[in-house]
């Protein structure tokens, strides 16, 4: 990880073959894991997330299926990522608002570095834009 304030993939590579499977490793990551969650069955028309974290950092995978996001920091910029495979993780930092959709059979697994409280949440995009 370069820049710890910016949202970016990160590419954790596999061990295995195509004849035999693969597995992907996350053991190195810029925080300690306190919680794991995954969401899937969204429909497709969903966009999910339209939220921001006030401490909250997150690496999310595509684990199946295709999940793409658009991240926005309260500067304005926009930033969109593809997760297409279950070896690319993407680092989203505290402070960034997420919009995210999955593909009919996409599973997406998140290592977070806090336990879930709503607290954490910033879901009004005004107060988001307006966060020093
Ligand atoms: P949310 O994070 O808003 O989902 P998404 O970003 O995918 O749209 O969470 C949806 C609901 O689930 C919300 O009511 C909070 C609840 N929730 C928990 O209770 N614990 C958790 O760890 C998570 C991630 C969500």
Not at 57 to 74: D, M, P
């Amino acid at each position: 990880i370069q820049d710890l304030n910016r949202p970016q993939l990160i590419d954790f590579s596999k061990v295995g073959s195509s004849a035999l499977g693969f597995i992907t490793i996350a053991e190195k990551l810029p925080f300690e894991i306190k919680r794991v969650y995954w969401t899937y069955y969204a429909p497709h028309e969903v966009i999910r997330g339209h939220h921001a974290h006030k401490v909250l950092r997150q690496v999310i995978f595509s684990v199946s299926g295709i999940i793409k996001f658009e991240i926005e920091n309260t500067s304005g910029e926009k930033l969109s990522f593809v997760l297409d495979s279950p070896e690319v993780g993407l680092y989203i930092p505290k402070l960034h608002w997420r919009r995210m959709q999955f593909s009919h059979n996409a599973v997406l697994l998140c290592l977070a570095s806090e336990p879930y409280t709503e607290e954490d949440y910033i879901r009004d995009y005004d107060s988001f834009k307006r966060w020093i």
